[in-house]
């Protein structure tokens, strides 16, 4: 019999898939909110009112240039800093 191991400071998140628009690119890739958890909230997080997280992890980044359109790179991951981001919102691929 296996015993399930607790992690206190396990927090469980979901991936959400959205487009994040910067100066010079426009990028579609995943990143983990806590589940439940809102974009904005996630976005905003402070602790102790000093922003506890200046970059945001992006996993299976595309990064398109906003001058041209062309896709410029593949990433598996990034670190985005908050400060570049000018944009974000949830993908929903429609057709």
């Not at 898939?17 to 589940?35: A, E, L, M, S």
């Not at 992006?58 to 800093?81: H, M, P, R, W």
Request: charged share 25%.
């Amino acid at each position: 019999m296996e015993i399930e191991k607790k992690r206190p400071l396990h927090v469980e998140k979901e991936n959400l898939r959205v487009i994040i628009f910067t100066y010079h690119f426009k990028i579609i890739g995943d990143i983990f909110i806590p589940r439940g958890g809102r974009l904005t909230d996630f976005l905003n997080k402070t602790l102790g009112g000093v922003d506890s997280d200046s970059f945001v992890p992006v996993t299976n980044a595309e990064c398109f240039s906003l001058t041209d359109g062309q896709l410029k790179y593949i990433a598996e991951f990034i670190s985005l800093n908050k400060n570049q981001i000018h944009l974000v919102f949830p993908y929903k691929n429609s057709k």
